[in-house]
């Protein structure tokens, strides 16, 4: 049975209140419309391309129920009239005989910097440990230093730049073990919040 996120608030470093949760295929508006938010740059580095909109393939993925080998995690929060995605991080298992899975991270840009980032990845990592993945391994521009800042924290290894892009691997941790115990700060306050049903 793949093990699910019971969803919870917490806040960011401005004070205000998100949701965080996982995705589902219900969700297919709200991500268009974070997608929506997003600058040209902050799509590029999520995608490593120029990437003008969201395919209906893409959205399938995004918005698909998690299960034992992948999951998109939200965070959003009550804006005046409705909902305002905020975030999203997913991992999917790279094959079903082993225990890495790649994993990107997306937040809208007038959010980024709050340590929501920081908030996903912990959830994120709390979500793939509980249904058996103990790598993690993200595609990362060499640019993106807000994204290397945040797996180094973890104990990331960086392999070397190629054409500009680097292969970055994490080992993570279930509950009690030195991975888990190696998170810090804000990464180590999500993966204790982050409780798996
Ligand atoms: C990369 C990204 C996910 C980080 O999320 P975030 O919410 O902005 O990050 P946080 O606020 O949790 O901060 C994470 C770390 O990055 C650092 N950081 C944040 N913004 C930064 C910036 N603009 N420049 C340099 N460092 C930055 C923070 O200081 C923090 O470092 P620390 O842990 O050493 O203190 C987000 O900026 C983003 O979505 N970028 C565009 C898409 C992208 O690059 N996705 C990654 C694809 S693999």
């Known amino acids: 049975m793949p093990r699910t ?23 297919r508006s709200l991500l268009l419309t974070g997608f929506a938010q997003l600058s040209d740059r902050s799509r590029y580095l999520r995608f490593l391309a120029a990437h003008p909109s969201l395919s209906e393939a893409e959205l399938d993925a995004l918005t698909a129920t998690g299960n034992s080998s992948h999951a998109t995690i ?73 994204m290397r800042a945040l797996l180094r924290r973890l104990g990331a290894h960086e392999g070397l730049p190629d054409y500009g892009q680097i292969e970055i691997r994490v080992p993570i941790g279930p509950p009690g073990s030195k991975e888990a115990a190696a998170l810090a700060g804000s990464l180590a306050d999500a993966y204790q919040r982050a409780v798996m049903g």
């Open 5 to 27: 996120l019971i969803p919870y608030s917490t806040l960011l470093e401005t004070g205000e209140q998100v949701r965080v949760r996982e995705v589902t295929p219900a969700d």
């Open 74 to 146: 939200g965070a959003e929060r009550q804006g005046a009239d409705a909902i305002e995605p905020l975030g999203i991080a997913r991992y999917i298992r790279l094959r079903p005989e082993d225990n890495i899975a790649e994993i990107a991270l997306t937040i809208v840009d007038h959010a980024q910097g709050l340590g929501l980032g920081s908030i996903l990845l912990g959830t994120l990592i709390r979500h793939a440990v509980a249904n058996g993945i103990r790598e993690f391994v993200a595609l990362v521009h060499a640019e993106n230093t807000a």
